[in-house]
């Protein structure tokens, strides 16, 4: 076998370095024909996620060109693709690296299926995740429902240390023929935001490097405090670059444990955040439902509300409560949303204005750029009150109340919002150019009244709410 080629399939691993499929490969001495694939499953992410997998892929590229390999570039149907790469190459196997929402699940069951059927090697490996979501169970078997116990058994258990870039790597005497990577317009959704969102993001492994190396400089000490207040630089910002594999989990968790064990106050509430995201994979893996219906299918009946104006209001950052629009606007502006933030305007959505959670699931799904889908999932039902270990629902965030608290000085919605200010900044009024046309929107008009009373929309909810236990 060591005089045939092998194919790996990346995904969202897109580094050198604590890369275990990439490690096997460079171990077995075979040329190695590394592969992105634009197939129908890419293809339906949203527009901010596609647009930052396309500059994640790039750097890919670029970095796999350093150890003596190319990215092949290829669009179709994934299994299609694969066979037409095999014949090419004349390669005997196909690696990749295993991912767990619903879609990519069914995809690369049958791609396995179909593979091994036809006598070819198929081999799939952990990588994504500190540990598979089927290896933490509870003391009867199952999985855990609950966040406090799978945290207990899962801190528990070894992680293996993360390997280290290979140097170089063998490559096929003949490249097979692939796309270029611009032909793929993989941001031609984002139109005129793409260049606004740009400039906040950390594109590639050594960015992302650099980025948590800033972190445990800085705000690790402090993270179990600052983490919650939007305004200030207290989170390390790495979900965006986890989304897409440009570092590995397990040097993050290696890295939070060296923190924690130099001192540092705050990282063991940030190895415990690492631990939600475990978490949320969990739960994706054992009730795949959790992306797109009810966890807890009581909740089936209560009185949603489907899309609205008042949502589309909420879409555009212009609800008249400054912390959900600030919240809103920064999406827009930097791809991503502070964690608080986003509790805020989720909650203020599925509550104030109650509607069904799922519209603001596929509105951050089109516009996040760190977005991922246990995470996305579990964000949105823990807040609505219908997922597990979720929030009650009568537990209803004060957007006024919750920017008191973690907002006194306005500096998070002054950051974002240029009709309070008389002289506001460049991010505030970049919303206006990132935001579509269409919405005709224009900072010099007034900020508008608040689209329900927030007491009014409490009560509501909680109304429902009781209704819907009687």
């Not at 299609?80 to 014949?87: D, K």
């Not at 609205?308 to 879409?315: M, P």
């Amino acid at each position: 076998m060591s005089d045939i080629p092998l194919i790996l399939w990346f995904r969202r691993d897109l580094r050198l370095s604590d890369q275990p499929m990439l490690a096997a490969a460079v171990a077995t001495g075979r040329a190695l024909v590394p592969v992105f694939i634009l197939d129908p499953e890419t293809e339906a992410i949203g527009a901010a996620a596609k647009w930052r997998l396309g500059l994640a892929v790039e750097a890919f590229a670029k970095a796999l060109e350093g150890i003596g390999l190319r990215l092949v570039l290829q669009r179709g149907a994934a299994l299609e693709v694969l066979r037409g790469l095999l014949a090419e190459t004349g390669a005997g196997g196909v690696w990749w690296s295993r991912l767990y929402d619903p879609a990519a699940v069914a995809r690369d069951t049958g791609v396995k299926a179909a593979l091994k059927a036809e006598g070819v090697e198929a081999r799939s490996f952990a990588g994504h995740l500190l540990h598979e979501p089927w290896e933490v169970e509870s003391g009867q078997g199952g999985y855990y429902r609950v966040f406090t116990p799978f945290w207990k058994a899962m801190r528990g258990l070894p992680v293996a240390a993360p390997e280290l870039a290979p140097e170089l790597a063998c490559g096929p005497e003949q490249w097979p023929a692939g796309d270029d990577l611009a032909g793929w317009q993989m941001g031609g959704a984002m139109n005129r935001g793409a260049g606004v969102v740009a400039r906040h993001q950390a594109v590639g492994e050594a960015a992302a490097r650099g980025r948590l190396r800033g972190f445990l400089d800085a705000a690790v000490a402090d993270y179990a405090t600052l983490r919650d207040f939007p305004g200030l630089a207290g989170t390390s910002r790495l979900s965006e670059n986890l989304t897409y594999g440009e570092i590995g989990i397990r040097e993050v968790w290696y890295s939070g444990l060296r923190a924690r064990d130099e001192g540092a106050a705050g990282a063991e509430a940030f190895l415990r955040e690492l631990g939600w995201r475990e978490f949320s994979y969990h739960l994706m893996h054992h009730t795949p439902g959790i992306t797109h219906a009810n966890w807890k299918p009581d909740w089936d009946s209560f009185p949603w509300r489907e899309d609205t104006a008042d949502a589309e209001r909420w879409r555009r950052g212009m609800t008249g409560e400054p912390f959900v629009d600030a919240a809103m606007r920064e999406m827009y502006v930097t791809g991503t949303m502070h964690n608080r933030a986003r509790m805020i305007a989720a909650s203020y959505l599925t509550k104030h204005l109650m509607t069904h959670w799922k519209v603001g699931l596929n509105w951050f799904a089109e516009c996040l750029t760190d977005w991922d889908p246990a995470a996305n999932a579990m964000g949105w039902q823990w807040v609505a009150g219908s997922g597990p270990d979720a929030a009650p629902y009568f537990r209803i965030f004060n957007p006024a109340g919750q920017a008191e608290r973690f907002d006194a000085d306005g500096r998070y919605r002054q950051r974002f919002l240029a009709e309070l200010s008389p002289d506001p900044g460049p991010e505030a009024l970049a919303f206006f150019a990132a935001a579509p046309r269409s919405w005709g929107l224009d900072p010099k008009r007034p900020y508008p009244a608040p689209v329900i009373e927030l007491d009014h929309g409490r009560a509501l909810a909680l109304a429902a709410y009781s209704a819907r236990k009687a």
